[in-house]
Structure formats: structure tokens, C-alpha cells
């Protein structure tokens, strides 16, 4: 399976610096094509670890839309597998392609899901992340396959459903959002961290 993904032979280099470029290099071409669209960046993921490692309990993190799974392993990488990560998505090759990734990056305690979060609420962690995903159904260029239709009211449905789900968690989770989660405002929360990132908006808020 791994040889499918990856260039036979390549090595990963112990201690040198991690950058989007050497990450997004054991990617498919087509697939680092969009990493500067779809993929987190690697000082976000940075940034969040930071936050994390001084955050009192967490029990887990949950990426909505984990893609090639970027976020979770690096995550992972950065916490030195000291915390239990998940990442849900409905694609169903993204997730073949993350497990492929997760086993290169000896990632074994990141568990990815091949779940549609809009259908099946992963209720129960302490964190959540999300990359801006349901925008894609607004977008004309740089979409992941062409699977979703392009709709402004499916956006706003979908963001309506999302939010209503958001709304259910319990007191004290964490949302942390890169690119946003669709919206602006978010009913029952409160923001306790705003920055700008890798030219997004980097936003942690807090169900009261
Ligand atoms: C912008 S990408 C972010 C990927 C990843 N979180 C990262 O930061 O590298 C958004 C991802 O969400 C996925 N997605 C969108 N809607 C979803 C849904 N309802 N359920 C599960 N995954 C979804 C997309 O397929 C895409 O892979």
C-alpha cells in the first residue's frame, strides 16, 4: 500500500525543521497541489500545540475534516504521542491515504474515521479543530474532487446543521478554527484567542 503513495526509498530526516514543503512532498502530486488550499499549514498546527501543551485537561482532539490527515499526525508528532487525536472524514480515499500516511509517520494512536460529522456528531472530546470545511460547496476553484455540489443554500443548510451541533457540547470544549467554521458569530460560545496565522485567522472559542 505504502508504495502506491510514496516514493520508494525516500528518507525522512530526524531533527531537521519541518516545513509544508517536506510534509506536503510524501503527499500525491495532486494532493500537494492543494495543500496551500485545503491543508493546514505547519506553523498552525505548531501554534496549536503551543496551546495545547499549557490547556489544564484535555481528553482528545477532534479534527471535523481531517482531509489527508495533516493536522492530526503532525499533531501527534509535536505532542510526542501524548495525546489522543481523531480526525473524521467522508471521503473515503482520504482516509485510505491517511492511514497509509499515519503508519509512514508511526502515528499509530491517531485514529481517522470515515464519518460525514454533519450526519454523525463525534460528540465526547475536550478539543475540536476545523479548517474552514464546509466552505467547499461555495467554492469554484482548487476543490478537493468534484463529489460536492457547488451550492450557496447547501452551504447554508450544512452551516445551520453544524452550528446545532456545536451548540450541544458541553460547557468548557474547545473549538479551535483555522479559516473559520463557515460563520461569524457562534451561538453559546466565546472567543479566547484571536490570531492571524500563515495569512488565516486563528480562532479558539469556548462553549459557556
Ligand atoms: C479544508 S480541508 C481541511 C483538512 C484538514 N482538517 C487539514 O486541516 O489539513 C476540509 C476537509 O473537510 C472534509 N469535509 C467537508 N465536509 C465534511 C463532512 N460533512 N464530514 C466529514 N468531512 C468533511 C473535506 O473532505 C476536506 O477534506
Known sequence: MRNQFFNN????????????????????????????????????????????????????????????????????????????????????????LSESLKELWNTSEVTFKNVNFLDQFPYGHSHYYCFNPLYETMKGSHSIDSSKIKSANQFLMDLEVLKKKLYQLSSGTKLITYHGFGGSFLSGFRIVLKEEISGGEFLIWEKE
Request: a negative charge; charged letters at 25%.
Open 9 to 96: 526509498g525516500k528518507k525522512m530526516d530526524v531533527g531537521v525543521p519541518m516545513t509544508d514543503a517536506i510534509w506536503d512532498s510524501y503527499l500525491p502530486k495532486k494532493f500537494q497541489l492543494l495543500s496551500s488550499f485545503q491543508w493546514t499549514p505547519i506553523p498552525v498546527i505548531e501554534r496549536t500545540w503551543k496551546y495545547l501543551s499549557l490547556e489544564k485537561e484535555i481528553t482528545s482532539i477532534m479534527d471535523l475534516g481531517s482531509g489527508v490527515g495533516k493536522f492530526c499526525i503532525h499533531l501527534s508528532i509535536l505532542s510526542n504521542h501524548s495525546i489522543n487525536i481523531w480526525g473524521v472524514e467522508d471521503r473515503e480515499d482520504l482516509v485510505t
